[in-house]
């Protein structure tokens, strides 16, 4: 009589239940707590738990640090490759024009004889000049010192002779020599001769000049080729630097030069 007094008031309570919780079990009270767990996972949990777990980011970024690396490297070293490839074509081509070939015989700036065969052994760096020059021999004679200090200041570089040779042997005598070329640098050497020997030597270099006219002092100017030739330790003509090229391009160049040099003698 009590359940069925109760019954509708019962009934009326379950009607209200949301229907996860009428899913019931053989578990009972478990089963409605296992029902109402599963309600709550959603369907990317289930793929989740049983997906194998990848590489940390750590071991990406490391990765990938690597691999920019290798990259990075095999561009430089075949940058390089190329560069000293570049360079050695140069160097021949420049061989093959045949600069520089035969030797000569002048005076230096303390009227000492000097031939080529006494710069065997030694980078040189040469510039053709004249003393009564304007602007154009200084600036380059005082570049092409620049290209010596810094390769002075470098230990481990051997070391290079800076040479002056006048195309003005009229006005450019010894004593000329001597007062001009302490005024750049100690080791700077001086070099002229007779006409004969100044047309020797720059024809060997392919250096043009040609003394302009005199005005009432007797003063004139001579026109000239300008450029700065690099002789390897063999004494072979190996480069030439233009007045465009800073002071900073030519001791790099130089030093590309030393680094790739094998004696051919």
Same mark, same amino acid.
Request: aromatic letters at 8%; glycine letters at 8%.
């Given at each position: 009589?009590l359940?069925?007094?109760?019954?509708?008031?019962?009934?009326?309570?379950?009607?209200?239940?949301?229907?996860?919780?009428?899913?019931?079990?053989?578990? +009972?009270?478990? +089963?409605?707590?296992?029902?109402?767990?599963? #309600?709550?996972?959603?369907?990317?949990?289930?793929?989740?738990?049983?997906?194998?777990?990848?590489?940390?980011?750590?071991?990406?970024?490391?990765? *990938?640090?690597?691999f920019?690396?290798?990259l990075?490297?095999?561009?430089?070293?075949?940058?390089?490759?190329?560069?000293q490839?570049?360079?050695?074509?140069?160097?021949? !081509?420049?061989?093959?024009?045949?600069?520089?070939?035969?030797?000569?015989?002048?005076?230096?700036?303390?009227?000492?004889?000097?031939?080529?065969?006494?710069?065997?052994?030694?980078?040189?760096?040469?510039?053709?000049?004249? *003393?009564?020059?304007?602007?154009?021999?200084?600036?380059?004679?005082?570049?092409?010192?620049?290209?010596?200090?810094?390769?002075?200041?470098?230990?481990?570089?051997?070391?290079?002779?800076?040479?002056?040779?006048?195309?003005?042997?009229?006005?450019?005598?010894?004593?000329? %020599? !001597?007062?001009?070329? /302490?005024?750049?640098?100690?080791?700077?050497?001086?070099?002229t001769?007779?006409?004969? /020997?100044?047309?020797?030597?720059?024809?060997?270099?392919?250096? $043009?000049?040609?003394?302009?006219?005199?005005?009432?002092?007797?003063?004139?100017?001579?026109?000239?080729?300008?450029?700065?030739?690099?002789? #390897?330790?063999?004494?072979?003509? *190996?480069?030439? $630097?233009?007045?465009?090229?800073?002071?900073?391009?030519?001791?790099?160049?130089?030093?590309?030069? %030393?680094?790739?040099?094998?004696?051919?003698?």
């Amino acid at each position: 009589m009590l359940l069925l007094v109760l019954a509708p008031k019962a009934w009326h309570r379950l009607s209200h239940l949301k229907p996860p919780a009428l899913v019931w079990t053989p578990g +009972g009270k478990a +089963g409605h707590v296992r029902c109402r767990l599963l #309600s709550r996972q959603g369907p990317g949990d289930t793929g989740r738990q049983s997906r194998p777990q990848g590489p940390g980011l750590g071991t990406r970024l490391l990765i *990938t640090a690597l691999f920019g690396a290798g990259l990075g490297g095999a561009w430089l070293a075949a940058r390089a490759e190329k560069e000293q490839r570049r360079q050695q074509q140069r160097t021949e !081509a420049l061989r093959q024009a045949a600069v520089g070939q035969g030797d000569f015989s002048l005076l230096d700036h303390q009227g000492r004889a000097r031939r080529k065969a006494d710069f065997r052994g030694q980078w040189v760096l040469m510039y053709f000049g004249f *003393t009564h020059c304007p602007d154009i021999c200084p600036d380059e004679l005082e570049k092409l010192v620049q290209v010596v200090r810094q390769l002075e200041a470098e230990p481990g570089l051997p070391p290079v002779q800076p040479v002056f040779i006048t195309v003005d042997p009229e006005r450019d005598t010894v004593a000329a %020599m !001597a007062r001009y070329v /302490q005024d750049f640098h100690p080791r700077l050497l001086g070099l002229t001769g007779s006409a004969e /020997q100044v047309a020797q030597v720059s024809r060997s270099y392919r250096v $043009y000049y040609s003394a302009g006219p005199k005005d009432e002092d007797q003063d004139y100017i001579v026109d000239h080729s300008t450029a700065i030739y690099l002789l #390897s330790p063999d004494g072979l003509f *190996t480069d030439y $630097y233009s007045r465009a090229r800073s002071a900073e391009q030519i001791a790099d160049s130089v030093r590309r030069h %030393m680094a790739a040099f094998r004696s051919v003698l």
